[in-house]
């Protein structure tokens, strides 16, 4: 039975940010209904200093465009180098897969995947996440669309 976060709920797992010396974090949260909101406050987790490696898995929990743009904020991430984003089955568009192409602009980002399987994404989300070739230090993508 899937267990329905608040934005709360959510806020707390955030909290891992400030933790000293957590360089790899991998939240599995499957059919949680996270909504827009709990992933909007999970993507504060760019401001986590020392985070190399971050997999989020959000199968299923209604995020739509807003939720990606607030992912699309791990960008700014000081010292992520790999990311992991698995949206299959949620609500996302063509303007939220366009704002996820803003990883595009990550400095430090060396592997990046992203999973926008059973979402409504049309050929324009396709052009936007092919701009994420142009990304500097990018060594490795996996595209799931």
């Known amino acids: 039975t899937p267990i329905c976060w608040s934005r709360k709920g959510c806020a ?3 909290g891992l940010k400030d933790a000293p010396s957590l360089h790899t974090l991998s939240l599995d949260l499957r059919r949680n209904s996270l909504g827009d909101d709990g ?5 504060t987790l760019k401001d986590a200093r ?4 971050l997999v989020l898995t959000f199968w299923g929990n209604r995020v739509g465009d807003d939720g990606a743009r ?3 904020s791990l960008k700014a991430a000081p010292s992520l180098h790999t990311l992991s984003l698995d949206l299959y089955e949620n609500s996302l568009t063509d303007s939220g897969a366009q704002a996820l192409a803003a990883l ?11 999973d926008l399987r059973l979402n409504s994404l049309g050929e324009s989300s396709v052009q936007a996440l092919a701009a994420l ?3 500097p230090s990018l060594r490795a993508l996996s595209l799931r669309i």
Not at 104 to 114: D, E, N, Y
Request: net charge positive; glycine share 0%; aromatic share 4%.
């Open 104 to 114: 595009k602009l990550a400095p430090f980002l060396r592997a990046l995947t992203l």
């Open 70 to 72: 607030a992912l699309a």
């Open 50 to 53: 020392t985070l190399h490696t």
């Open 12 to 14: 707390c797992l955030a």
């Open 39 to 43: 992933v909007q406050a999970l993507a």
């Open 133 to 135: 070739k142009d990304m």
